[in-house]
Every structure is written in C-alpha cells, then in structure tokens.
C-alpha cells in the first residue's frame, strides 16, 4: 500500500508539472523574442524623425552611428530620380524582402544568417518610402531562455521529490497501523492472548484497531468463563470421588480392593489438576513441545500403567505383552500427559474389543525418536481416517471420539504424529511416534529399518 500510494503521487505530480511547466516555458520563449524584436522597433523608431526630415547620407550615417552602437542597423533609400537606392550601414536582408516591405508599407521580419531582421518601412518627406533595418542576433532572442526553463526543471523536480516525500509519510502513516494490526492478529492467533493494537492511524484503521482489542478482550473473557466453568464442573466431581473413597475402605484388603482404591486415588489427582490448571491466573497458550519441562521416562509410565490395566485384563481373560521398557527411555513430554495418551490407547481396546482379546505394548527407540506401538487382536478399525478426527464419536458406544485425539496433540507437541494400522495380533495397531528433536518424520518411512526394537518380552 505505502509504494502504491508513493507511485499515485508521483504520476499525479508529474502530469501535473508537465502540464504546466512546458506552456510556461514557451511562453518564457516567446517574451524573450518579444522582448528583443520590441528593442529593435526602438532602435528603428529612433532614426525615423530623422528621414522625415532630411535624406542627406552624411547626416544619417550619423544619426545611424549614435543610434547603433553595435553595427545592427541598415538603412535602405530608394533612388532619387530613378537613380540606384542607396544603403547606409550593413545590410543582411535580401533586396526582394526589402523591396517587398517598401511596395506593402508595413513592418515585417525575415531571417537571416546568424539570427533575424526586423525591417521597419519610414515615410519620407518626398513621399518614398524607406527601410529601416535592424539585426537581431539568434542569442538575443533566446536571452534568458535557458536559465527560466532550468529554474522551472528545478521547481518542477522539487515538486516531484516532495511530493513522494509526502506520499511516503502518509503511506507510513497509514501501513504502519495496518501492519500493526495484522501482527496483532497473528499473534492473537498464536495464542499471545495478550496482543492488543494501539488505535492510532486513519479513522478506519482506529475504528478496525478498537474492533479487534474489542474482540480480543471478548476472547479472553471467554476463555476465562470457559476455565472457571471446567473448575466447577470438575469440582462437582469431588463429592461422588469422596463417597468412592470411603466405601474401598470398607473393601478389605486383596489386589482388587488395592487396585480400586489406587484408581479412586488417581482419579482424585487428576480432578485436583483439572482444578488447578482450569484456575490458573494465565491460561497455557502453547503446546508442550521438544524440551518442555523436565520430560519423563517413557519406560517407567509405560510400566506402570500396564501395571494398573494387567489387572483388569486378568480379570477379562486377556493374554498381553509389554516389550521395550527394560531401560529408561527419556522423552520431551510431561509424565501425566504420556500416562493420559497411553490410558486412552489401552482404554479404547478394552472398550472397543471383547474379553478374552489379546493386546501388546511395545516401545522401540531410535536416535531422533521413541515410538510406542498399541496392537490388539480384535476386529480392527474400520475408518482410522475418521478415528482420528476430534468429537467423531456417536456416543452410543460409550465413547466421545476425544482418546484419538488426546493422543494426537501429545505426538503432534514434539512434532510427531500417531498412525493408526493393522497388526501382527490381526487387529488394529496404533502407532504413537514421539520426536526427540522437533522433527517431523519423513511420511512412508514407518519405523522399519530406523528403530532399534527391544523384543524381549514379559508376559502373561
């Protein structure tokens, strides 16, 4: 916009001082030819009373020589009695030119080498008619000349220079709260809730910068009620979660009675974190990428929550497998969000899968990268594109379509990705890559051939 408006200007200005700075300075040209044939009509008019009173040659040579000092006047008598006319001074005209003034009685110019003429007919005492004439130099006539038409290049320059100057400042003027405003919109859009543009600039950029801290301000207000509703919602849960409690204290003892109260407990640490994080003074606006935080083991989650499902799988008559967790496995990612994505893996082959249905936990890892394979033996995943979208789920089957995609934003926060295929066990195998170094995988290459896989397996 700003160099859109600077070039508008400049065309404008320059028709504009062409348009006025060319007839002004023709007409510069013709005054100052104006101005010099006018001082040769002076000089002309200055011998005329002379030849009304006499034709004696000795009397106008000097009438002549005190009226031209510079040797431009002529003057032409016609012949006495038929006799041969006589000149005084230095003639440059034509004799038809001067005899043609003389038979029309009216003043007339003609060029001649090296500029001009101005022949000026006199009427004598006698009746004849003679010719005055004076030479007007090429550099007389354009005296002047050059210097008016430099003065108006100049004006006319400076008038464009300013002009584009003016045009700049406005257009900065007018880009710079446009520019304003689209960073605050891209920082609004990254998240940086606090990004707000002065209103400042043109009354339409002010009014689009009140419009946009108008509606930023709505934003936060509204992600503030959406956090405070979360908290109370979750708080709700605190009350049912309290008479939970009490009742596994009156369960005995036993792995069962051990295994619900542990998941009474864990199920109270997460509604505290929903809680705390909902009511945080400043909402977290960035995901957790490569680096955030301290990070976690992967093995150690990994083992533990298979130690929270093997219980149940015991229960349904399920045969599983756990691979890969011999060693500590660090990864960029919070120990609560990695237990989260893998409780909501194994969840859905619980749900989705009948009992007796066979699952295997496998984690390979690799130099930039640890993947975590979930597979199961059941009937597979008819749609994975449409699994993987948020909120798919009909709700009928119990599920909300958001396990998917909890597991998507955790892969997708180190710059992986989850895959969803089929398996060696003939069901469906999710495959859940978490990138060490913020590099995305390189699409089709799978994990064959790059992961180093730890087969050695523990099972029951």
């Known amino acids: 916009m700003r160099w859109a408006l600077v070039k508008v200007c400049l065309a404008v200005t320059v028709m504009v001082v062409v348009a006025f700075a060319v007839p002004l300075g023709l007409v510069v040209k013709e005054m100052a030819r104006d101005r010099a044939f006018s001082n040769a009509e002076r000089q002309a008019a200055a011998v005329a009373p002379a030849l009304s009173i006499t034709t004696d040659r000795e009397q106008l040579e000097r009438v002549v020589a005190s009226a031209d000092s510079d040797g431009r006047m002529a003057v032409h008598l016609p012949g006495a009695g038929g006799g041969a006319p006589v000149d005084i001074g230095r003639h440059r005209s034509a004799a038809a030119d001067i005899a043609t003034v003389r038979r029309l009685g009216r003043a007339s110019t003609t060029q001649v080498p090296g500029g001009s003429a101005l022949l000026q007919p006199v009427a004598l005492n006698s009746g004849a008619i003679a010719v005055v004439e004076v030479y007007v130099p090429e550099a007389e006539v354009s005296n002047g000349v050059g210097t008016a038409w430099a003065v108006l290049a100049g004006v006319g320059a400076a008038l464009i220079v300013g002009s584009v100057a003016v045009a700049d400042r406005l257009g900065v003027r007018m880009v710079r709260p446009a520019r304003r405003l689209a960073e605050g919109a891209h920082e609004l859009g990254e998240g940086r809730l606090g990004a707000r543009v002065p209103e400042e600039g043109p009354p339409e950029l002010r009014r689009a910068a009140v419009a946009f801290n108008s509606m930023a301000d709505q934003v936060v207000q509204l992600l503030a009620?959406?956090?405070?509703?979360?908290?109370?919602?979750?708080?709700?849960?605190?009350?049912?979660?309290?008479?939970?409690?009490?009742?596994?204290?009156?369960?005995?003892?036993?792995?069962?009675?051990?295994?619900?109260?542990?998941?009474?407990?864990?199920?109270?640490?997460?509604?505290?974190?929903?809680?705390?994080?909902?009511?945080?003074?400043?909402?977290?606006?960035?995901?957790?990428?490569?680096?955030?935080?301290?990070?976690?083991?992967?093995?150690?989650?990994?083992?533990?929550?298979?130690?929270?499902?093997?219980?149940?799988?015991?229960?349904?008559?399920?045969?599983?497998?756990?691979?890969?967790?011999?060693?500590?496995?660090?990864?960029?990612?919070?120990?609560?969000?990695?237990?989260?994505?893998?409780?909501?893996?194994?969840?859905?082959?619980?749900?989705?899968?009948?009992?007796?249905?066979?699952?295997?936990?496998?984690?390979?890892?690799?130099?930039?990268?640890?993947?975590?394979?979930?597979?199961?033996?059941?009937?597979?995943?008819?749609?994975?594109?449409?699994?993987?979208?948020?909120?798919?789920?009909?709700?009928?089957?119990?599920?909300?379509?958001?396990?998917?995609?909890?597991?998507?934003?955790?892969?997708?926060?180190?710059?992986?990705?989850?895959?969803?295929?089929?398996?060696?066990?003939?069901?469906?195998?999710?495959?859940?890559?978490?990138?060490?170094?913020?590099?995305?995988?390189?699409?089709?290459?799978?994990?064959?051939?790059?992961?180093?896989?730890?087969?050695?397996?523990?099972?029951?």
Do not use: Y
Not at 327 to 345: N, Q, W
Not at 432 to 454: A, I, M
């Open 225 to 460: 009620n959406e956090r405070e509703l979360a908290a109370d919602l979750s708080h709700r849960l605190r009350t049912p979660l309290t008479v939970l409690r009490l009742n596994t204290a009156s369960l005995g003892d036993g792995p069962a009675a051990e295994q619900t109260r542990a998941a009474v407990a864990q199920l109270e640490r997460e509604v505290d974190t929903i809680i705390r994080t909902a009511r945080e003074a400043k909402p977290r606006t960035a995901a957790a990428g490569p680096g955030a935080g301290a990070g976690c083991d992967a093995a150690e989650v990994v083992r533990e929550r298979m130690g929270f499902w093997s219980a149940l799988a015991e229960d349904e008559g399920r045969t599983w497998r756990l691979a890969g967790v011999e060693r500590p496995v660090r990864i960029p990612v919070a120990r609560a969000d990695l237990a989260a994505a893998l409780d909501a893996l194994l969840g859905n082959v619980f749900r989705h899968t009948a009992e007796g249905t066979a699952f295997a936990v496998d984690v390979h890892t690799a130099e930039d990268a640890v993947i975590v394979l979930v597979s199961d033996a059941g009937p597979g995943i008819p749609d994975p594109a449409a699994a993987m979208l948020r909120g798919r789920g009909s709700g009928n089957d119990g599920s909300t379509g958001l396990g998917l995609d909890i597991v998507r934003r955790l892969a997708e926060s180190t710059g992986g990705d989850v895959r969803i295929g089929s398996s060696v066990l003939g069901g469906t195998e999710i495959r859940l890559w978490l990138q060490l170094d913020g590099r995305r995988p390189v699409r089709g290459t799978g994990h064959r051939g790059t992961v180093r896989g730890r087969r050695r397996a523990t099972a029951r």
